[in-house]
């Protein structure tokens, strides 16, 4: 099973931008599909962007299209999350997750998780 290590977090202004990292030991990266989940205090764990195997595909929720994107590098075993925009309502604890399913873009199609990232933007 894959490992998963986040890391680019942090405190960030409204208008801000940020880029997440998530870099994958212990499995066949560029055999999963990889994606970004984020989970706010008292909310339910979201969907936020998805990228299949190969990079050819990508999937983002509604409130970021156009604002982040997500990118993968199979050679360095790591995924991306580019966050420009930033808004307050985007503040949450942000996970990598892999799948083996060719395409991922709700909670239950990812199997392996990482320890998250918050992400905090202020108004």
């Known amino acids: 099973q894959v490992q998963l290590v986040e890391s680019g977090g942090g405190l960030v202004q409204a208008g801000g931008s940020l880029r997440l990292s998530c870099a994958a030991s212990g499995g066949t990266f560029s055999s999963y599909a990889m994606g970004w989940l984020r989970q706010a205090p008292g909310k339910e764990r979201e969907f936020v962007a998805a990228?299949?195997?190969?990079?050819?595909?990508?999937y983002y929720r509604d409130s970021v299209k156009g604002r982040f994107t997500i990118s993968r590098d199979n050679a360095k075993n790591t995924v991306y999350l580019q966050m420009n925009s930033l808004k307050p309502e985007d503040t949450a604890v942000y996970y990598c997750?892999?799948?083996?399913?060719?395409?991922?873009?709700?909670?239950?199609?990812?199997?392996?998780w990482g320890q998250g990232t918050q992400v905090t933007v202020s108004s």
């Open positions: 997750a892999a799948s083996p399913l060719r395409i991922a873009t709700v909670k239950t199609d990812f199997g392996s």
């Open positions: 990228i299949t195997w190969s990079g050819g595909n990508t």
